[in-house]
């Protein structure tokens, strides 16, 4: 689990030195540095493959450094993975190399860790070879600590795509960062994993109460228009849709539901699905969902942690009702300052919050205060 990020020159963030808890929710002003904090660490965790085996040659295309500096960017995380410490660095660097005969200069992505006293990467023939009873020589395995960090799921839900049908030919359905795959998903588990369904039924009704039943419907889906099919396919494929038993009204087609019932559906279809990612980066927690139903959500994402202690949530929000739920050091506040460098600290990092801290829930707390106190206060300049 992630316990300390630290970010250089990643776009607004030029220094970034943050703890993190194992439930995270970032607030502040839109444009403050919630999703580029997010991205930075969806990004590390795609690149975390490179830890094992020869450094692949990673390029990427999308510009990522800070505006006007030249140090290259560096994301990094350290935390406790399986009771071992552990860390891993990202960097980016420039490289000069040739692109259709011409000379140019591209990103290239160099990942460095180092977890259970060993560091990595380590040769992929090294990390394949085994004793005489066949266990591996690293224990505990190496690849453990690159499968932890890799296991992210990036959640920003739309709620067409969640109400869409939907259809798979992958043998474990895999749900997409906007909701699509959503039906094709909980069909499969109803049909192959029903204990998850059930558990994922029972926990959406817990948050929407009207909610009495999912259903899994057969459906003509339209195939996608990025996938490969044969001339002879017809023009519509058989899928799956969803539907609702609701408190007076059978059979609601998923696309009359309320958007906050479809993305409550969705995160947890992401969390308790098949994927068991070990950290959820999610946008916008509320999820278009009551003030109350807010709350029994972040209850059952506590709820969910006591049986996945592994599980890790980090997530934006607006709202300070979600905020009333959280503790508050489980509250971080972004802030982007005039000279365009954003700032992440702790609510509690308020030089008058142990004064107001038993007269205000932490909703009220920071709709008081808001952010702009972090560029006016010294404590909070960003580490340099």
């Given at each position: 689990?992630?316990?300390?990020?630290?970010?250089?020159?990643?776009?607004?963030?030029?220094?970034?030195?943050?703890?993190?808890e194992?439930?995270?929710?970032?607030?502040?002003?839109?444009?403050?540095g919630?999703t580029?904090?997010l991205?930075?660490?969806?990004?590390?965790?795609?690149?975390?493959?490179?830890?094992?085996?020869k450094?692949?040659?990673?390029?990427?295309?999308?510009?990522?450094?800070?505006?006007?500096?030249?140090?290259?960017?560096?994301?990094?995380?350290?935390?406790d993975?399986?009771g071992?410490?552990?860390?891993?660095?990202?960097?980016?660097?420039?490289?000069?190399?040739?692109?259709?005969?011409?000379?140019?200069?591209?990103?290239?992505?160099?990942?460095?860790?180092r977890?259970?006293?060993?560091?990595?990467?380590?040769?992929?023939?090294?990390?394949?070879?085994s004793?005489?009873?066949?266990?591996?020589?690293?224990?505990?395995?190496?690849?453990?600590?690159?499968n932890?960090l890799?296991?992210?799921?990036?959640?920003?839900?739309?709620?067409?795509?969640?109400?869409?049908?939907?259809?798979?030919?992958?043998?474990?359905?895999?749900?997409?960062?906007?909701?699509?795959?959503?039906?094709a998903?909980?069909?499969?588990?109803?049909?192959?994993?029903?204990?998850?369904?059930?558990?994922?039924?029972?926990?959406?009704?817990?948050?929407?109460?009207?909610?009495?039943?999912?259903?899994?419907?057969?459906a003509?889906?339209?195939p996608?228009?990025d996938?490969?099919?044969?001339?002879?396919?017809s023009?519509?494929?058989?899928?799956?849709?969803?539907?609702?038993?609701?408190?007076?009204?059978?059979?609601?087609?998923?696309?009359?539901v309320?958007?906050?019932t479809?993305?409550?559906?969705?995160?947890?279809?992401?969390?308790?699905?098949?994927?068991?990612?070990?950290?959820?980066l999610?946008?916008?927690?509320?999820?278009?969902?009551?003030?109350?139903?807010?709350?029994r959500?972040?209850?059952?994402?506590?709820?969910?942690?006591?049986?996945?202690?592994?599980?890790?949530?980090?997530?934006?929000?607006?709202?300070?009702?979600?905020?009333?739920?959280?503790?508050?050091?489980?509250?971080?506040?972004?802030?982007?300052?005039?000279?365009?460098?954003?700032?992440?600290?702790?609510?509690?990092?308020?030089p008058?919050?142990?004064?107001?801290?038993?007269?205000?829930?932490?909703?009220?707390f920071?709709?008081?205060?808001?952010?702009?106190?972090?560029?006016?206060?010294?404590?909070?300049?960003?580490?340099?």
């Amino acid at each position: 689990m992630i316990e300390k990020v630290q970010f250089r020159n990643f776009r607004a963030f030029r220094s970034l030195d943050l703890e993190l808890e194992p439930f995270t929710v970032l607030v502040g002003p839109n444009a403050s540095g919630k999703t580029t904090l997010l991205e930075g660490l969806s990004l590390l965790s795609e690149s975390a493959r490179s830890l094992f085996g020869k450094n692949e040659d990673l390029i990427f295309e999308e510009a990522i450094k800070s505006h006007g500096v030249v140090e290259p960017v560096g994301l990094e995380v350290s935390g406790d993975w399986f009771g071992c410490a552990g860390m891993a660095r990202l960097n980016s660097l420039m490289r000069s190399m040739y692109v259709n005969g011409q000379p140019a200069q591209r990103q290239h992505i160099e990942m460095k860790g180092r977890w259970a006293g060993k560091s990595v990467p380590v040769d992929s023939i090294e990390i394949n070879q085994s004793d005489r009873t066949g266990d591996s020589l690293f224990q505990p395995p190496l690849n453990v600590f690159r499968n932890a960090l890799s296991s992210t799921i990036a959640l920003r839900f739309d709620s067409r795509r969640l109400a869409e049908p939907s259809y798979s030919e992958d043998e474990s359905p895999v749900l997409s960062g906007d909701g699509s795959g959503l039906a094709a998903l909980l069909a499969h588990l109803k049909l192959s994993r029903d204990e998850e369904f059930s558990e994922i039924e029972k926990s959406l009704v817990e948050i929407v109460p009207a909610v009495e039943r999912i259903r899994i419907e057969r459906a003509r889906v339209k195939p996608s228009s990025d996938a490969t099919y044969s001339p002879v396919m017809s023009q519509s494929v058989w899928g799956h849709r969803i539907s609702f038993d609701m408190r007076g009204a059978k059979g609601v087609p998923a696309g009359m539901v309320g958007e906050g019932t479809l993305m409550a559906l969705g995160l947890l279809a992401a969390v308790l699905g098949p994927s068991q990612p070990h950290l959820v980066l999610l946008d916008d927690i509320e999820l278009a969902l009551h003030p109350v139903a807010q709350g029994r959500l972040v209850d059952v994402i506590r709820k969910i942690r006591k049986r996945r202690p592994e599980l890790q949530v980090l997530a934006t929000s607006h709202s300070p009702f979600v905020l009333n739920y959280m503790q508050p050091g489980e509250i971080r506040m972004t802030f982007l300052a005039e000279d365009g460098s954003a700032r992440c600290e702790k609510l509690e990092a308020h030089p008058e919050y142990r004064k107001w801290k038993d007269l205000m829930s932490p909703g009220e707390f920071w709709s008081t205060v808001g952010e702009s106190w972090m560029e006016k206060d010294p404590t909070s300049s960003p580490h340099e």
